[in-house]
T-cell receptor, first 113, second 113 residues
Framework: GDSVTQMEGPVTLSEEAFLTINCTYT??????LFWYVQYPGEGLQLLLK?????DKGSNKGFEATYRKETTSFHLEKGSVQVSDSAVYFC????????????FGKGTKLSVKP | NAGVTQTPKFRVLKTGQSMTLLCAQD?????MYWYRQDPGMGLRLIHY???????AKGEVPDGYNVSRLKKQNFLLGLESAAPSQTSVYFC????????????FGPGTRLTVL
């Protein structure tokens, strides 16, 4: 079945460091891919998405490119801030999941000043 | 515009007790979802609804029941709580199934002793 694998955390970075969180997927069709973010004590919020191969999703300085050849959707940010501390979830949606979201296990990011 | 709200925010139950979690959305969304979030497991779909009066099983439906009597409300019931149901429960809604942004509530932290 469909699945999402993302890098284990936690990840601890200093402010202004470069961030990469790896995400790879397995899907039966051509999924849409998402990154959701969960700030402490809150529900998840959509951060960015891409619906077809080679699309790049971007928001708040974060970017991720849908790579069909490597079945990946890695999240990157050039310069992280303390306010980016959160848990990040990679997710997919496709026919194999009846359109429902399949989430990775989440990666906790802590940014130190 | 409150978005997605969940009641209660916290609850402690004893094994065998029953309870109902309420989710409400004011965005006129057709689709609603219940997830559970456990450490190291990401989010897993319990049940979902594609419209008023309809429900469907997700990945981990056992031990839970749901009802969608009104479009804006989606109830999650535990008939006989077990310690394995200790978790954080999130409700979400969307205007379409799959490939579309889901809006999440703030979560309910449930502990079963």
């Amino acid at each position: 079945g469909d699945s999402v694998t993302q890098m284990e955390g936690p990840v601890t970075l200093s402010e202004e460091a470069f961030l990469t969180i790896n995400c790879t997927y397995t899907a039966t069709g051509y999924p849409s891919l998402f990154w959701y973010v969960q700030y402490p004590g809150e529900g998840l919020q959509l951060l960015l998405k891409a619906t077809k191969a080679d699309d790049k999703g971007s928001n708040k300085g974060f970017e991720a490119t849908y790579r069909k050849e490597t079945t990946s959707f890695h999240l990157e940010k050039g310069s992280v801030q303390v306010s980016d501390s959160a848990v990040y979830f990679c997710a997919l949606s496709d026919r194999g999941s009846q359109g429902n979201l399949i989430f990775g296990k989440g990666t906790k990011l802590s940014v130190k000043p | 515009n409150a978005g997605v709200t969940q009641t209660p925010k916290f609850r402690v139950l004893k094994t065998g007790q029953s309870m109902t979690l309420l989710c409400a959305q004011d965005m006129n969304h057709e689709y609603m979802y219940w997830y559970r979030q456990d450490p190291g497991m990401g989010l897993r779909l319990i049940h979902y609804s594609v419209g008023e009066g309809t429900t469907a099983k997700g990945e981990v439906p056992d031990g839970y029941n749901v009802s969608r009597l009104k479009k804006q409300n989606f109830l999650l019931g535990l008939e006989s709580a077990a310690p394995s149901q200790t978790s954080v429960y999130f409700c979400a809604s969307s205007y379409s199934l799959g490939g579309i942004k889901q809006f999440f509530g703030p979560g309910t932290r449930l502990t079963v002793l």
